[in-house]
């Protein structure tokens, strides 16, 4: 991530990094298996979905103090997030392994897309994306922009 410039490191940080507190780790954490596992590409309708809740998901971590992002477990690529921010996830909709496959995802994608699609620029705490994520990244760039940075009000 040393390459990356100023924006995309703010871009990254804004969209990753909900809070700089620690939260317990959800049952999820204990599972064999990382968020990503058997988990399907992102959709363009997903997407939306998930752009639409990404500000408040943002603003209610930093009014609860939580956190959620990448991490590194057993050498592949998870995410980190409390059973506390699971069940708000639930409580809008989401499955929470999903929300956070999305998250993930569509956050390595910025980092290639920054990169000019170079799978090596994503950090090791991020996951693979496909060609089609990648693409879905591209397309949607300014949105994805846009909602990482919007300062929404819980609802």
């Not at 040393?2 to 809070?19: E, I, N």
């Not at 954490?29 to 809740?53: G, I, M, W």
Request: charged share 25%; hydrophobic share 45%.
């Amino acid at each position: 991530m040393k390459s990356l410039s100023f924006p995309g490191k703010l871009l990254l940080c804004a969209m990753l990094v909900c809070a700089p507190f620690s939260a317990p780790l959800t049952a999820q954490a204990a599972a064999a298996s990382s968020v990503y596992d058997k988990q399907p590409d992102v959709t363009e309708k997903e997407l939306f979905q998930f752009l639409e809740l990404l500000p408040q998901f943002r603003q209610w971590t930093r009014t609860e103090k939580e956190e959620a992002h990448p991490i590194l477990r057993k050498g592949k690529a998870d995410f980190l997030y409390s059973d506390k921010a699971a069940q708000w996830v639930k409580e809008k909709g989401w499955d929470a392994r999903r929300f956070f496959c999305v998250m993930g995802r569509m956050a390595a994608a910025l980092v290639m897309v920054e990169e000019g699609g170079n799978s090596m620029a994503r950090p090791k705490d991020m996951p693979e994306v496909s060609k089609a994520e990648l693409e879905l990244a591209r397309k949607h760039l300014g949105s994805i922009l846009k909602a990482s940075m919007d300062n929404a009000q819980v609802r």
